[in-house]
């Protein structure tokens, strides 16, 4: 079913930025330290979404199911059809493993994807730090 290969070697050639990288390394491993993981470590008072406050934070819920990050998504795709890039609805498994089917602009279809993974786990780490500084 899935080319592990062409997955675990999709940031090598979409990005040169290590730390985007070592992001998607943790997320096909799953270890990405969410709200959920932390709270089982006792890390954190809630494994709540520190986005939606909703949800538990697992990896998917935070890079795709969370009503906060799927607004973003949903912006990307009028913005990726301006700049000539085919704007179809993405899937987790897409979000998660990388875009594969697509025969034009893969390459920067697959970087954008990993930027905007990427910022948003940023965007939750500055949360749940700005929230120990109350």
Known sequence: MFNWNDIYSLPFIVTIETKIREFQYKVLNN???TNEKMFKFKM???PLCSF???EV???QHLLYYCHV???LWEAFRPWLGEVKINPHPFTITEILFGVFD???DWIMLN???LIDKYYIEEGESLTTSLKGQD
């Open 52 to 54: 939606c406050k909703r």
């Open 69 to 71: 990050t799927r607004t």
């Open 102 to 104: 697509v025969a034009d």
């Open 44 to 46: 954190t008072d809630s």
């Open 111 to 113: 970087h954008l994807i």
């Open 31 to 33: 270890i990405v330290f």
């Open 57 to 59: 934070e697992s990896l």
